[in-house]
């Protein structure tokens, strides 16, 4: 066989595996409508799931704010207590300091929680965070002013976990 020939011939063998290949991926390549079609599917799946993402951190946030509303509802009554034995007179100063202490650290755990107070005496009655126990007629304020807080309200964020007791004035 001649040089020509040869050449010939490894020129067909090395023709013929791309002449295959380019079957193999004409095979392999989808129709642009089932890529359209599946493309779409995707992108609604990764909507979906981004969506299942936000709501799941939202129902999880939410979780968290309720129980941790039920836990601080259970230790109001302590705080209460502390706030009213920091008012009684005693001799003991240094028993009053622990007390105040105590009380003082109560506050400090609550507000690292996100617990605020609701400001009462002086506002204006918002029945979403006031409870009205009595109403008193006094010239000196104003309509719906509260006039005396019976027990402090309190709140986390915009959820309120107990309503303050008040008194309102005319």
């Known amino acids: 066989m001649s040089d020509k020939e040869k050449e010939i011939l490894e020129q067909k063998e090395n023709n013929q595996p791309?002449?295959?290949?380019?079957?193999?991926?004409?095979?392999?390549?989808?129709?642009?409508?089932?890529?359209?079609?599946?493309?779409?599917?995707?992108?609604?799946?990764l909507a979906e799931f981004e969506n299942f993402k936000k709501r799941s951190g939202k129902e999880r946030e939410s979780l968290y704010n309720s129980i941790l509303s039920d836990i601080v509802e259970v230790i109001l009554p302590i705080v209460d207590n502390l706030e009213n034995a920091v008012k009684i007179e005693t001799s003991d100063e240094n028993y009053k300091q622990g007390v105040e202490l105590v009380l003082k650290q109560f506050k400090d755990i609550l507000a690292s929680k996100g617990v605020e107070e609701i400001k009462a005496v002086g506002e204006t009655f918002d029945p979403?965070?006031?409870?009205?126990v009595s109403s008193i007629q006094d010239e000196n304020l104003g309509e719906k002013e509260i006039a005396q807080e019976y027990r402090k309200g309190y709140k986390i964020g915009n959820r309120v976990i107990r309503h303050s007791m008040v008194v309102v004035a005319n």
Do not use: F, G, S
């Open 128 to 132: 979403e965070l006031h409870e009205a």
């Open 18 to 45: 791309k002449e295959e290949a380019n079957k193999e991926t004409n095979k392999e390549m989808v129709p642009k409508q089932d890529y359209d079609e599946l493309d779409d599917r995707y992108k609604r799946i």
